[in-house]
């Protein structure tokens, strides 16, 4: 019969991972249950077996570098997952129906740079800027869980990320007056620049989704 | 595991294909899957098991649960429909392969 591990053993193994330097809870939770499931088979194969030298046997498995390469590696793999996502979201902007929508976003712009002029559209493009990074500040100041899952970014969850691109066209104002590339050009730079942030803010929502589902203590 | 660069390389087909037998499983099931089906001759290093399982999640071939069993939750890896069609591929490939590699380590059976 499997002597399953007790409720403080396995509290002493998210220590222990912790320690390890496993800071992210999607991953403690998945080697916690490992290191649980081999002690409790190695501990019944070998009933004088105490925990603490099972879980040394068990760790010594990780091989030389423990969770070391496995955080790394995770850190890799969901940063790929997320670019992935970004890529498949923002392609959907140039396919039916979104085309439509893409287009006339475009076509705004265009309209708007004719009857406005570059400098006032920048302006705007900054006024959006700012309410999507204090929106996002906000979000990341709500969402303090005792327990973090594995960022999607290599600098973790950063609020300039977000708004990249507007961000980055933000810098044409100091040129604005002496712009020589043509209207349409410019609508197409910052319309694509608002379908990426789109695309990004997908990206998030459907990474909170799925983190819900799969890790509600997380968001406890 | 065996150090061997084939080995190495042969880990995500061994975890695809796994899966495509046996619907769903853990981390932990994996590594005792493959000792169990080998005989104990290939032992599944769990240091390079998780970032393999990690990279295919990412690659969109795996799907993932979780459920509560016992005392504590588990993760669970199934394959999503991107991953069966996949696992079909790779493996015709690697069936190709070996065939292939006969061939010409055995010069004698081309002779035949």
């Known amino acids: 019969m499997t002597k399953e591990l007790t409720p403080a053993q396995i509290d002493e193994l998210y220590a222990f991972v912790k320690r390890k330097g496993v800071d992210y809870y999607d991953l403690q939770l998945e080697l916690v249950d490992h290191l649980a499931s081999e002690i409790e088979q190695k501990r019944e194969q070998h009933p004088g077996l105490t925990f603490e030298r099972a879980l040394e046997s068990v760790y010594a498995g990780f091989g030389i570098f423990g969770f070391t390469e496995v955080v790394e590696k995770a850190h890799v793999a969901v940063a790929r997952r997320s670019n992935k996502l970004w890529w498949s979201f923002f392609k959907q902007f140039w396919k039916l129906p979104r085309l439509f929508f893409t287009i006339a976003l475009i076509g705004f712009i265009w309209g708007c740079f004719l009857e406005f002029g570059v400098r006032s559209v920048i302006i705007v493009n900054g006024i959006l800027v700012m309410i999507r990074l204090i929106h996002k500040l906000y979000e990341l100041s709500q969402k303090r869980s005792k327990r973090k899952l594995t960022p999607r970014t290599p600098y973790g969850d950063s609020p300039v990320e977000v708004v990249q691109s507007p961000f980055i066209l933000q810098y044409l104002y100091f040129f604005s007056e002496n712009i020589t590339l043509p209207h349409g050009l410019l609508a197409v730079a910052f319309g694509l620049a608002w379908v990426s942030v789109w695309a990004s803010f997908e990206t998030e929502a459907y990474f909170i989704k799925e983190q819900k589902r799969l890790y509600p203590q997380a968001f406890a | ?112």
């Open chain 2, 1 to 112: 595991m065996n150090n061997s660069q084939l080995y190495k390389g042969s880990l995500s087909l061994i975890i695809l294909k796994l899966l495509e037998e046996n619907k769903r499983m853990y981390g932990y099931e994996i590594t005792q899957k493959v000792k169990e089906q080998t005989n104990g001759e290939l032992v599944i290093n769990e240091g390079a098991l998780y970032p393999s399982l990690h990279k295919l999640e990412a690659e969109g071939l795996l799907t993932v649960s979780i459920e509560h069993v016992g005392n504590r939750p588990r993760k669970y890896y199934a394959l999503t429909e991107k991953g069966e069609a996949e696992t079909v591929n790779r493996l015709e490939e690697l069936t190709d392969f070996v065939k292939h590699m006969q061939l010409l380590l055995n010069p004698k059976l081309s002779l035949g």
